[in-house]
């Protein structure tokens, strides 16, 4: 098989340890469901998901049809999945045949899906996400009433698997009066289920942030996205753990996530000289320089022009020169004895040093999510001891 100008490597024991953090977090009653939307946030949904099976987890939450048919292709026959945005009508089909259950936030939803459990011969699980204050997705409190009675009645088909919101901002303890304010609405949509005598299976609210530090959102599932990959919610969530644990500093949530390349040309360079693209960098005196086979098209972000750094024989290499499309140089003038086709870390570790993905998003103002969500597909992602 030919060979990727880049490659992502995935660390199985920092998963498991980061997943024993969380379990000591939630206890272990709830179900742990790890959030594999935007491609495992750019772990790779197929790498990720065998993976974090092998850690005894076997309920996955996505945003989408299409991204459930990704986890259906490579998860175990008995691990479960739960689409949480967008799955299209004509897909209502397929998802109640393969027994994924969806959200349902709007009650004409409702009569469709019963429609194709019928068709299909099997029950529909559906999942009722209700409105307490994102004001995102939600059913509203006008429609929740009926759509419980409809599912009531249609028992034999329509399965009430869970009742849910979604917190908009727990990883900010300045929006706490808000997030305090959608709990209490979350209640009140329970107290209805309760008069009505129809309670879901399943009561889910919390996030990554909600699991970490606030335990009475901690329900019969917690949908968990960033902490699973290594990172903290926000300072707020580490500080809070910190605060409750008495510790100074803590390294409980590991980095699953290294991104790696190789140097494809080393090149002398004369004082004066610009390299790259327009006047965006002119060498002060004669440098040795690294060329990569890589850039932006590739996901690395080009706000890292003349700003970032990667790693080479464990030495911080500065980036010279605008990020092109797909290369870009470093100056190893002080990294004696480079060779073509020598490792380069571009996140991750390399003998005592260190680049993290704060590294690129604190330059760039890119959330960490979005910085790997937006890693292109293509490029291979293996899982490591």
């Given at each position: 098989m030919v060979k990727h100008s880049s490659r992502i490597e995935l660390k199985q024991s920092a998963y498991k340890s980061n997943v024993n953090f969380i379990r000591k977090k939630i206890g272990e009653k709830p179900i742990l469901s790890s959030v594999v939307k935007a491609n495992a946030y750019g772990h790779g949904i197929e790498s990720f998901v065998p993976m974090a099976e092998k850690c005894g987890i076997n309920h996955f939450c996505v945003a989408s049809s299409f991204e459930a048919e990704q986890v259906l292709s490579v998860c175990k026959p008995e691990s479960q999945i739960l689409i949480m945005g967008i799955i299209y009508e004509e897909d209502l089909e397929w998802a109640v045949a393969h027994d994924i259950a969806f959200f349902v936030y709007y009650f004409d939803r409702l009569p469709k899906a019963l429609?194709?459990?019928?068709k299909v011969g099997k029950k529909a699980k559906i999942h009722l996400e209700v409105e307490t204050g994102a004001n995102r997705t939600g059913m509203n409190a006008k429609e929740f009433?009926?759509?419980?009675?409809?599912?009531?009645?249609?028992?034999?088909?329509?399965?009430?698997?869970?009742?849910?919101?979604h917190f908009g901002g727990a990883e900010s303890f300045s929006n706490q009066f808000k997030i305090d304010r959608q709990h209490k609405k979350y209640k009140e949509f329970l107290r209805q289920c309760k008069e009505k005598k129809f309670m879901p299976q399943l009561r889910h609210i919390a996030c990554s942030a909600a699991a970490l530090a606030?335990?009475?959102?901690?329900?019969?599932?917690?949908?968990?996205?960033?902490?699973?990959?290594?990172?903290?919610?926000?300072?707020?969530?580490?500080?809070?753990?910190?605060?409750?644990?008495?510790?100074?500093?803590?390294t409980s949530l590991k980095r699953i996530f290294s991104w790696k390349t190789d140097v494809?040309?080393?090149r002398e360079v004369d004082k004066g000289e610009f390299i790259g693209y327009g006047t965006a960098f002119q060498a002060t005196q004669k440098m040795t320089i690294a060329v990569l086979p890589l850039g932006y098209s590739n996901g690395y972000?080009?706000?890292?022009?003349?700003?970032?750094?990667?790693?080479?024989?464990?030495?911080?290499?500065?980036?010279?020169?605008?990020?092109?499309?797909?290369?870009?140089?470093?100056?190893?003038?002080?990294?004696?004895?480079?060779?073509?086709?020598?490792?380069?870390?571009?996140?991750?570790?390399?003998?005592?040093?260190?680049?993290?993905?704060?590294?690129?998003?604190?330059?760039?103002?890119?959330?960490?999510?979005?910085?790997?969500?937006?890693?292109?597909?293509?490029?291979?992602?293996?899982?490591?001891?």
């Open positions: 429609e194709a459990a019928k009433p009926k759509s419980i009675a409809y599912l009531k009645k249609n028992e034999d088909w329509l399965v009430f698997e869970g009742l849910c919101t606030m335990k009475d959102t901690v329900y019969d599932l917690v949908r968990i996205g960033v902490a699973q990959y290594g990172f903290w919610p926000s300072p707020d969530i580490y500080f809070s753990h910190l605060h409750e644990t008495n510790k100074k500093s803590d494809m040309d080393i972000p080009r706000a890292l022009s003349n700003r970032g750094q990667v790693l080479i024989r464990g030495k911080k290499a500065p980036i010279v020169g605008l990020i092109n499309m797909n290369l870009f140089m470093v100056d190893i003038s002080h990294i004696p004895g480079v060779q073509v086709g020598e490792e380069v870390v571009l996140i991750g570790r390399q003998n005592n040093n260190v680049i993290n993905v704060s590294s690129f998003t604190n330059v760039t103002q890119l959330l960490n999510n979005e910085m790997l969500s937006r890693l292109p597909a293509a490029i291979p992602r293996t899982v490591v001891r």
